[in-house]
T-cell receptor, first 112, second 116 residues
Framework: RKEVEQDPGPFNVPEGATVAFNCTYS??????FFWYRQDCRKEPKLLMS???SGNEDGRFTAQLNRASQYISLLIRDSKLSDSATYLC?????????????FGAGTRLAVHP | EPEVTQTPSHQVTQMGQEVILRCVPI?????FYWYRQILGQKVEFLVS????????KSEIFDDQFSVERPDGSNFTLKIRSTKLEDSAMYFC??????????????FGSGTRLTVV
């Protein structure tokens, strides 16, 4: 079983649409959870952390369900500039620090 | 905003040659990492480095790979004898004084390695 599993997409949506991405992780000892954004041939960039209580940053809302080992990202009012690959990331503590474990990503294409 | 700097941005090398990928982490960071991403695949952890030694390495990081922090600012990844399957984007990352991904994990813009 993959450590972090995501639907690869692509999700093709019109501007202004609401789109949701899901992610599951296999290691129940995972400690921290993130969504990263990656543009084509660029480095991953942190979009937001994910907390059990849910958290919102402008048009972006993230949610964590530890019992189901499930993470979600909701994007409202999609913009053309949201087109990218969204990476679900979990961390696992090992020897006093955390390494990032990436999902393969979900591609989003927003069209006019 | 502080940056992680990687050089070169693109390296082409012949199979069997040695390559050194260079990184300058953020100056007050203590934990350093290399990740790689084969085209079309996920980002994979290679190695972490703290206090001048390897903290953890993945199965990918075999005897052909080594890391070094030679002068207190540069952090290098060496591949001793490159193979075709080493072709990938290599990302350096660092994070902050307290360590852990919660504390300012920053990626460099990557080095694209092409082995021919």
């Amino acid at each position: 079983r993959k450590e972090v599993e995501q639907d690869p997409g692509p999700f093709n949506v019109p501007e202004g649409a609401t789109v949701a991405f899901n992610c599951t992780y296999s290691n129940s000892a995972s400690q921290s959870f993130f969504w990263y954004r990656q543009d084509c041939r660029k480095e991953p960039k942190l979009l937001m952390s994910v907390y059990s209580s849910g958290n919102e940053d402008g048009r972006f809302t993230a949610q964590l369900n530890r019992a189901s080992q499930y993470i979600s990202l909701l994007i409202r009012d999609s913009k053309l500039s949201d087109s990218a690959t969204y990476l679900c990331v979990v961390t696992f503590s090992s020897g006093g620090y955390n390494k990032l474990i990436f999902g393969a990503g979900t591609r989003l294409a927003v069209h006019p | 905003e502080p940056e992680v700097t990687q050089t070169p941005s693109h390296q082409v090398t012949q199979m069997g040659q040695e390559v050194i990928l260079r990184c300058v982490p953020i100056s007050n960071h203590l934990y350093f990492y290399w990740y790689r991403q084969i085209l079309g695949q996920k980002v994979e952890f290679l190695v972490s480095f703290y206090n001048n030694e390897i903290s953890e390495k993945s199965e990918i990081f075999d005897d052909q790979f080594s890391v070094e922090r030679p002068d207190g600012s540069n952090f290098t990844l060496k591949i001793r004898s490159t193979k075709l399957e080493d072709s990938a984007m290599y990302f350096c990352a660092s994070n902050g004084p307290r360590g852990g991904a919660d504390y300012g994990y920053t990626f460099g813009s990557g080095t694209r390695l092409t082995v021919v």
